[in-house]
């Protein structure tokens, strides 16, 4: 199987353009190429197809091949490829996603693609609809007990759930032991993604990030603008704000006059490459 290595801002993933390819079993094959000593190392495969009803379609696959919905520093990369590799020569495309339509404009310097803005759509917000099981229709700074202790959460989805949680101290928290009991808290049925926050200022924020089915990763795109539209929400922040993570910086801006969300960010090609998978989960056209 041919691949290519991508990053947005270190969260990484392995892409595969399905044009040329095929991936029989993309769950398996998902588990595999993500293992860091077994495979090639990464958060995740994320599959580039035809559309009908875009000019392209983003398939992805979590480090555990359970299926994601959308991933923000995904889609910026699929653009990135699209375009260096020649796929098309537009700067203006749409990227179908299990979410929806994505509308992305890629910013090109010395002929390749260096930053893409996406427009993310509208947060939801809607309990039912994240979702988040809660008597009110909006979860804004609710109380959770997880493992026996009791914080404050803001839930939003965009196009995948997230919960947002405020802290004192973004960089010594034990995520590994906290983001778990998050990730299976009964209050989330389809699982959710959990958002550690420290306010900087009102233009600044910084996160680190326990995705459901991955664990810690160095950068959530649909996390960030979670981040953002919580932020705002709880009046901690103004409509623009740039989301530090651990892998780099996301700009992110809600118009809330349009209810749209707006994230800025690079793409990063970290290699090509050729594997061969140890079962019958892939063959070539």
Known sequence: MKF????????????????????????RTAVFVSDRHFGIGSDGLI????????????DMYNADGSQGAMCGNGIRCVAKYVYDYGLTDQTEISIETKS???????TVEQGKVAYVKVDMGAPILESGKIPVISQKDKVV??????????YHMTAVSMGNPHTIVYVDDVQGLKIEEIGPGFENHPCFPDRVNTEFVRIIDRHTAEMRVWERGSGETLACGTGACAVAVASILNGY?????????????????????????YMTGSATVVFDGEITLPDE?????
């Open 4 to 27: 290519t290595k991508m990053h947005g801002i270190g969260n990484d993933y392995v892409y595969v353009n399905c044009f040329e390819e095929q991936v029989a079993d993309p769950g």
């Open 237 to 261: 922040t103004e409509d623009e704000v740039t989301v530090k993570l651990l892998g780099g910086d996301l700009k992110i801006e809600w118009d809330r006059k349009a209810d749209r969300v």
């Open 141 to 150: 700074d609710e109380p959770v007990t997880v493992d026996g202790k009791t």
């Open 47 to 58: 599959l580039i197809k035809p559309s009908k009803r875009a000019d392209f379609m983003m």
């Open 100 to 106: 929806g339509i994505k509308y992305l404009h890629l």
């Open 281 to 285: 989960s892939h063959s070539c056209q």
